[in-house]
């Protein structure tokens, strides 16, 4: 509230000198003369082909541009999936290396032809469960508390 008066004034200030250089024809910028005439590339009207039956049909390049960008897109979705799966694929087995350790890969040895201090695969230990918590209202005596002597 306290600079209502200041902000209005400068407001103002700034529309009145805006207008003031929009009236002045010396600082606005002139593209053509006037009376000059226009170019025919400026005003000439763009006709896109039509077929036989009236309507409007794409060129060859433009088709072929289509074609292209088609390709590239679906390239290039097919590519992000590609690297997604690679991405997944790395990430189970770093969460499966650091959950078991490194192990050599023995699926395609036979029997006696793994040796012999290999380890075989066990189960991640699993953590010590917190002891139970009694369910229900706690245990009253089954005598009355003693009160003290010189108190009913």
């Known amino acids: 509230m306290k600079y209502t008066g200041p902000l209005v004034a400068c407001a103002l200030a700034c529309l009145f000198s805006a207008s003031t250089l ?4 010396e600082d606005t910028v002139v593209l053509l003369p006037e009376g000059a005439e226009l170019p025919g590339v400026v005003t000439a009207a763009i006709d896109l082909p039509k077929d036989a039956d009236g309507e409007y049909r794409p060129s060859v ?14 390239s290039a979705r097919e590519d992000g999936r590609a690297f997604g799966a690679q991405m997944a694929a790395n990430a189970a087995d770093n969460r499966e290396t650091k959950s078991r350790g490194a192990r050599r890969d ?18 991640p230990e699993l953590p010590v469960a917190p002891p139970e918590t009694p369910v229900g209202p706690p245990e009253t005596p089954a005598t009355p508390p003693i009160s003290p002597p010189g108190r009913p």
Do not use: I, M, T, Y
């Open 22 to 25: 929009a009236q002045n024809g």
């Open 61 to 74: 390049q433009a088709v072929e541009s289509s074609a292209k960008g088609f390709a590239k897109a679906n």
């Open 106 to 123: 023995l699926r395609n040895l036979l029997p006696d032809q793994v040796p012999d201090h290999v380890p075989s695969p066990s189960l």
